[in-house]
Nanobody, 124 residues
Framework: QVQLVESGGGLVQAGGSLRLSCAAS????????MAWFRQAPGQEREFVAA????????YYADSMKGRFTISRDNAKNTVYLQMNSLKPEDTAVYYC?????????????????WGQGTQVTVSS
């Protein structure tokens, strides 16, 4: 059974940092694009960051550039999201997603597998 399991969320003060992890199981994702999305209450799920299978190509939403860094360790079948300088508006459930044998995109509908999400809460 293919699974993506996020971890690392929690409560942090504004200006703080968190590192999210997404561990994949059930198949190797080493040739797949991976991404992070987030969804705040009452809002649509929005793109955060994406990374190619090699890790060479990355994309970020404009509001995350310079603050968030996506990376991956294919040997561990894991993708990470380092979040720095967190703001209250970053509060959301963060989801990991995989696009099978594809290039990274910012479109939610392009992704084939999703995790259950991890809550990130940033207090002011």
């Amino acid at each position: 059974q293919v699974q993506l399991v996020e971890s690392g969320g929690g409560l942090v003060q504004a200006g703080g940092s968190l590192r999210l992890s997404c561990a994949a199981s059930g198949r190797s994702f080493s040739r797949d694009a991976m991404a992070w999305f987030r969804q705040a209450p009452g809002q649509e799920r929005e793109f955060v960051a994406a990374i190619s299978w090699s890790g060479i190509t990355t994309y970020y939403a404009d509001s995350m550039k310079g603050r968030f860094t996506i990376s991956r360790d294919n040997a561990k079948n894991t993708v990470y999201l380092q979040m720095n300088s967190l703001k209250p508006e970053d509060t959301a459930v963060y989801y990991c997603a995989a696009r099978i044998l594809g290039v990274p995109t910012m479109r939610r509908l392009d992704y084939d597998y999703w995790g259950q999400g991890t809550q990130v809460t940033v207090s002011s």
